[in-house]
């Protein structure tokens, strides 16, 4: 038996590190969304320390839900999740399709697709926003600046001058608005996660029924049909694994909002808690729990598929 | 016959033209990032240089200078090293226990730990900042290295548990049988059985650790900021230092990429909890 017992007990640390990690600063918040908590009042100073006297019930909740930043956050953070996980996984299944067989250079081409998922989330963010979406010294404003130059040669050309001085100038998009910040995030978070879905799905294809393929080809289906009746469905539980990994990922996504939408209103759930957490610490606790629920919805569906594969 | 020949006169030519097309668009960004850094910062702006420029290395060289670059490296260096190293320390025994010596509750607790990988970190922002501040460990090495171990400590369990759960129980127990204890097993039988796995779990977590960005943001200020932190506080140069900023991240960045070319099949692994096969 103590042959046994030993073994067991190494995961002990394991076991009570990650316990602790939960347990208390978990606890913590959830016990400061029920007080009345600020780091500055100067008219109720006693709101200024945690304790049980300032219980507020669910009032943290309610001033939470009431608000306004809440409310667009939620939306915010669900349509930056949702436009990502469509974008990437359209991407990911087309380009896997495209790279699983073989050709000159596949090995290459495979290290320059998923070079952007190893580039660390602040560079990517500070690279898009800057050196590329600028509208005016990134690529897009040069883009756009030289196109413009042409449309004004073409304007005084002989001829076909006055069809091309129909046409309107271009105008760059600032990518530091509000709406259009959410889309520039998008968009790099995109560069960075599609490489993912395409390593997974091509993982998987690999182990897709040649066999049920030839004889699919010899009956004379068409290569929408194959793909359509039997690489989809092949590939239902990776789609289904890779939504949910990136659901979790991306709902608390941080540095992207933080570098490109600072102050310019474009929340999402983490970014909004880090702004009620400069003061007013029971509405940021109320948001995590909030955070908290949300991630679990999508982690139970994942943790139950992967719990089935687990023991094979 | 005639889908067949159209089918190869595709894979023939439009498969890697486009494949390659669509390779060189995924990079393009990255090799935009190198391009840029070496230029002037007057140069990186200007679009007669787009392409044709004379290069220079002045933004490497002035990486101490203008950021201070080798200071956030060294605590980035620092941090991903040691917690990489301690997350294997606690997560190899406990692998080891969980794949050879399983009981009926490995399967829950396995299952328990990812799913504290998938709290979201933003929700107990204040607990840590304010337990962190009061214990006077804020933005200390000891720190960022634990709260980084505690992360990954999760994928490094279940990855070494994949990696482990291949090795012959035979071979193990053979080793019971001789009287080898237990730290004897897992020093002469497991890590050098299983090394491999247990290398390719460690390149991944310090992969992670490089480019954590959340924590290493939020609870640090000077003294271990890593490279995460450094670029975070030069978000909006103005377009007045390109060339440098695009210096600094290629830096930050360029390693790491290398390294991860070699760890694309472990990435899968690690990330989908080999829910992928």
């Known amino acids: ?312 | 016959m005639a889908i067949v020949a159209k089918s190869s006169r595709f894979s023939q030519f439009g498969r890697p033209v486009l494949a390659w097309g669509v390779g060189l668009m995924f990079f393009f960004p990255i090799f935009w990032m190198v391009l840029t850094s070496f230029k002037t910062d007057a140069d990186a702006v200007k679009p007669e240089h787009l392409i044709w420029f004379t290069p220079t290395f002045e933004n490497y060289l002035n990486m101490t200078e203008n950021y201070d670059y080798w200071r956030f490296a060294k605590n980035s260096v620092i941090t991903a090293v040691l917690a990489t190293a301690f997350t294997l320390c606690v997560g190899i025994p406990c692998a080891y226990a969980m794949a050879f010596n399983p009981s009926r509750s490995t399967k829950d607790v396995l299952m328990w730990m990812l799913s504290t990988k998938m709290l979201p970190a933003a929700a107990v922002l204040y607990p840590m900042t304010f337990i962190t501040k009061s214990a006077g460990l804020f933005d200390t090495h000891f720190l960022i290295i634990l709260v980084l171990s505690l992360i990954n400590l999760p994928i490094v369990v279940w990855m070494l548990f994949t990696y482990f759960k291949e090795i012959p129980k035979d071979i193990i127990e053979a080793g019971q049988m001789d009287g080898v204890n237990t730290w004897g097993e897992i020093k002469e039988i497991l890590i050098p059985l299983a090394w491999g796995g247990i290398a390719s779990t460690a390149l991944l977590c310090f992969i992670f650790c490089w480019n954590e960005a959340y924590w290493t943001v939020r609870l640090t200020t000077t003294d271990a900021a890593t490279l995460s932190k450094l670029i975070e506080g030069n978000r909006a140069p103005e377009g007045l230092f390109f060339g440098r900023l695009s210096a600094v991240s290629a830096a930050a960045v360029g390693p790491i990429v290398v390294l991860g070319w070699f760890c694309q099949k472990q990435l899968v692994q690690g990330l989908t909890f080999g829910a992928v096969k």
Not at chain 1, 152 to 168: I, K, Q, V, Y
């Open chain 1, 1 to 312: 038996m103590s042959a046994r017992k030993l073994p067991r007990l190494l995961q002990t640390p394991a076991v009570l590190l990650l316990l602790v990690w939960m347990l208390i600063p978990l606890g913590m918040t959830l016990y400061f969304s029920f007080i009345r908590y600020v780091l500055n009042n100067l008219r109720r100073p006693e709101w200024t320390s945690p304790s049980l006297s300032n219980w507020r019930g669910f009032g943290n909740y309610e001033f939470v839900l009431n608000s306004k930043d809440f409310l667009f956050a939620i939306q915010n953070s669900l349509f930056i999740v949702c436009s990502i996980l469509f974008l990437t996984v359209i991407l990911g299944i087309l380009i896997a399709v495209l790279i699983n067989k073989t050709f000159p250079g596949q090995g290459i081409v495979r290290v320059l697709l998923i070079s952007p998922f190893f580039v660390m989330p602040a560079v990517n963010a500070v690279l898009w926003i800057n050196m590329i979406l600028d509208p005016v010294l990134g690529l897009q404003g040069i883009a756009v600046g030289s196109i413009n130059e042409l449309l004004d040669s073409l304007r005084n050309a002989p001829l076909l001058g006055w069809f091309f001085s129909l046409w309107p100038d271009l105008a760059p998009i600032s990518f530091r608005a509000t709406q259009t910040s959410a889309y520039a995030v998008i968009i790099m978070v995109t560069w960075q996660w599609t490489p993912f879905a395409v390593l997974i799905f091509m993982t998987s294809l690999q182990s897709e029924d040649q066999q049920q393929k030839e004889a699919a080809i010899l009956d004379g289906a068409s290569t929408w049909s194959q793909f359509r009746f039997l690489t989809l469905p092949h590939l239902a539980r990776p789609i289904a694994i890779v939504v949910m990994i990136q659901a979790i990922f991306h709902l608390s996504l941080y540095a992207e909002i933080e570098i490109v939408s600072r102050g310019n209103g474009n929340k999402n759930l983490p970014y909004l808690i880090g702004e009620f957490a400069n003061n007013n610490i029971g509405a940021a606790s109320a948001t995590g729990i909030f955070a908290v629920i949300l991630a679990n919805i999508v982690a139970i569906f994942l943790l139950r598929m992967i719990g089935k594969t687990l023991m094979e």
